[in-house]
């Protein structure tokens, strides 16, 4: 039996995820344009600067990020590979705690701040409760990662994303996933006079009925469930013990195994 981890939901073969860090105020004109566009993303935050002047308000965090996912990015910023790890974990901890009342879900990922890290750092944070984080290194391909605690983008959104994002749509049948992952900081379109730049995109890489809209936490959640299959020695059984459902190719064609359910091939079941 050709089995193959090739599929998003729905059958899809390709995702598309946003990025954007610290909270500015002008997260909510950006959010508003993925909203109009159906592209989901996430919001990395910083909680000790809600409220502050020239950021979200925690009024904005509730009302604004519905359709996204919010994140953790660290309390005040730092460096976290120059903390001692105790400091690493509050950082993160303390992020967590602060903006989970806002949206009322557990927070389990980050980024980077300044985009640096260090492998001594991945198990503290992992240890408060983070399980993905994302780098600021551009890959400019469209592959998952290997660790999600390293989860390098496609690009930032000022590397030539239309470019980026033709090839991606170009890009014909795969035997592995496909992400375009992209990131940045909603201030640079205010900074660089740029907005039509994230307009333009959005409308043209939203409303593909072939591309799932995803928010990061999605992402690594539908992922790990695809990994969690079990699957028996002849392949005639594919056991879904997660709550997620997940899709696979089975001799090239889409199979939709749901939660807690198993698939048989070529058996009487």
């Not at 980024?111 to 890290?117: I, K, L, N, R």
């Not at 496609?154 to 239309?162: A, G, L, Q, Y």
Request: with cysteine.
């Amino acid at each position: 039996m050709k089995l193959q981890f090739n599929l998003f939901p729905g059958g899809m073969s390709k995702a598309l995820t946003m990025s954007y860090d610290d909270g500015q105020h002008y997260d909510i004109r950006l959010a508003g344009i993925f909203d109009k566009y159906g592209i989901k993303a996430t919001f990395h935050l910083n909680s000790s600067m809600l409220n502050a002047p020239g950021f979200l308000t925690v009024k904005d965090v509730q009302r604004i990020f519905k359709n996204h996912e919010v994140s953790a990015h660290s309390v005040t910023h730092p460096h976290l590979e120059r903390l001692p790890l105790p400091m690493v974990v509050d950082e993160l901890l303390e992020d967590r705690k602060r903006l989970e009342p806002l949206v009322d879900y557990p927070i389990r990922g980050m980024s980077y701040p300044f985009g640096t890290y260090s492998p001594a750092i991945i198990a503290p944070l992992q240890s408060a409760g983070i399980e993905y984080s994302r780098t600021v290194s551009s890959t400019y391909h469209f592959d998952l990662p290997l660790n999600f605690m390293e989860w390098h983008p496609t690009c930032h959104h000022n590397e030539d994303i239309h470019t980026i994002w033709e090839r991606f749509t170009l890009q014909g049948p795969s035997q592995k996933l496909n992400l375009c992952y992209i990131w940045g900081h909603s201030f640079e379109f205010e900074r660089q006079s740029n907005w039509e730049l994230i307009e333009a995109f959005c409308q043209k890489a939203g409303g593909h009925s072939n591309i799932w809209y995803a928010t990061n936490i999605e992402i690594y959640d539908y992922v790990t469930a695809l990994h969690s299959l079990k699957i028996s020695a002849d392949h005639t059984m594919i056991r879904n013990n997660s709550a997620i459902d997940v899709w696979v190719s089975i001799e090239d064609k889409p199979v939709h195994i749901k939660g807690g359910t198993t698939h048989y091939s070529h058996t009487s079941h």
